[in-house]
């Protein structure tokens, strides 16, 4: 199995300044019969369901501000909020597709400071 | 617009078992991978079961394999989750998810989730 792992796993940020988040996959993620990434990033509010923000490691799902960037190739991959907005308080998780059992990291907590 | 309604939660002893459903609307439900993926109180997110569009391919996390069968019926554009001898560590919110991938066989990133359905496992 894929471990995915993140860091940290929680993050206080100001409003309006930088957060960045890492994921770190136990082996490549990276096809390289296509060249894609095989990972995504979701958010996650209290009761809410996750939603997803990036996918294939760097394309920004449609409605997602462009606040909102994923970064990264093969192991290493980083989510970026290029300025912190109260309403992006919520847990954030990386996943890997590249193969079953389908894993996720163990989630990052983003508060505001 | 993408609906997605899971049903069926509740509270079940422990060794007992349980049928969670998925209503799906909005979208071609026959040509998508679903998936269903849980989260324990206060906990993680942890993947649990893929179908393909078909219901030809299956896929099943090694914490449920033999006790969980996943189906689908897309005559009625609905997802399963047989679930049996369910012990405390299945205590969760249950979401269904559609996958943001067309007409694959396996499963990829999820685009669509439902709000869960919560299985208490207890005595």
């Known amino acids: 199995d894929i471990v995915m792992t993140q860091s940290p796993d929680s993050l206080a940020v100001s409003l309006g300044e930088r957060a960045t988040i890492n994921c770190k996959s136990s082996q490549s993620v990276l096809y390289s019969s296509n060249n894609k990434n095989y990972l995504t990033w979701y958010q996650q509010k209290p009761g809410q369901p996750p939603k997803v923000l990036i996918y294939?490691?760097?394309t920004r799902e449609s409605g997602v501000p462009d606040r909102f960037s994923g970064s990264g190739s093969g192991t290493d991959f980083t989510l970026t909020i290029s300025s912190l907005q109260a309403e992006d308080v919520a847990v954030y998780y990386c996943?890997?597709?590249?193969?079953?059992?389908?894993?996720f990291g163990q989630g990052t907590r983003l508060e505001i400071k | 617009e993408v609906q997605l309604l899971e049903s069926g939660g509740g509270l079940v002893q422990p060794g007992g078992s349980l049928r969670l459903s998925c209503a799906a609307s909005g979208f071609t439900f026959s040509t998508y991978v679903m998936t269903w993926v849980r989260q324990a109180p206060g906990k993680g997110l942890e993947w649990v079961s893929a179908?393909?569009?078909?219901?030809?391919?299956?896929y099943y996390a090694d914490s449920v394999k033999g006790r969980f069968t996943i189906s689908r019926d897309n005559s009625k554009n609905t997802l399963y989750l047989q679930m049996v001898s369910l012990t405390a560590e299945d205590t969760a919110v249950y979401y269904c998810?559609?996958?943001?991938?067309?007409?694959?066989?396996?499963?990829?990133?999820?685009?669509?989730w439902g709000q869960g359905t919560l299985v208490t496992v207890s005595s």
């Open positions: 996943q890997q597709y590249y193969s079953t059992p389908i894993t």
């Open positions: 179908i393909s569009s078909s219901g030809g391919s299956t």
């Open positions: 294939w490691a760097s």
């Open positions: 998810a559609k996958d943001g991938v067309y007409f694959h066989t396996e499963p990829h990133y999820f685009d669509y």
